[in-house]
């Protein structure tokens, strides 16, 4: 993060003015869509000047990427949240309800991350996807050490998972047809799709 600190002044941009703009910029995304995220908008709702988003982001496509690595450090951080069990299937299990969890209440920052990634801005935030990916990988390799894999490859497995978990919640998010009790499906799924990796 840059951060603007004039020679021999203050800083007057701090992670606190960061974390603000985020909040204004996942609320316009959510609200009004990419269309409504302009610059001017954002620093008025967080009651700051376009220069402090600039000098915080540098420019759109920053803020943009900030948004991802954001998303993806709620992904990490809330995958590290759970405790491990005995039982590492229900444990990913877990996982993917936090998953859930994270796109129904940030919906914005599902669509940044993972809905409409912009090859260009997802590289800007590659680094906090790598560590959102280790923490998910590491869950898998309590898989593949119980032989719960069938022969699959960790990239496989955890494919497989991302892509369950990503379109069940861009399914749920659309809310069109979604079957009732959601939570009990996304377990019956999760549950499905990993008993079925070891046969």
């Known amino acids: 993060m840059i951060l603007c600190q004039a020679m021999g002044r203050p800083r007057i941009h701090d992670e606190h003015t960061a974390a603000a703009l985020l ?5 316009l995304l959510q609200g009004r869509g990419t269309a409504a995220l302009s610059l001017r908008a954002v620093a008025d709702g967080a009651g700051t000047s376009t220069q402090a988003v ?6 759109k496509e920053g803020l943009l990427a900030a948004l991802g690595a954001h998303a993806m450090e709620l992904l990490r951080t809330g995958a590290d949240a759970i405790p491990p069990t005995d039982d590492p299937r229900e444990d990913l299990v877990e996982g993917a309800l936090m998953y859930r969890r994270f796109a129904l209440e940030h ?13 260009a801005i997802a590289r800007r935030f590659q680094s906090a996807t790598d560590d959102a990916l280790a923490s998910l990988y590491r869950r898998f390799e309590r898989l593949a050490a119980a032989g719960l894999l069938g022969g699959r490859t960790l990239l496989e497995a ?5 892509c369950l978990c990503e379109g069940m919640a861009a399914l749920e998010l659309r809310a069109t047809q979604y079957p009732p009790h959601p939570e009990h499906v996304w377990r019956q799924a999760v549950r499905a799709l990993l008993i079925g990796f070891a046969t």
């Open 107 to 119: 919906p914005a920052l599902f669509e940044v991350a993972f809905q409409r990634r912009d090859p």
């Open 54 to 59: 600039y000098s915080l982001f540098g420019s």
């Open 23 to 27: 909040g204004v910029a996942e609320g």
């Open 158 to 162: 955890v494919l497989a998972f991302s």
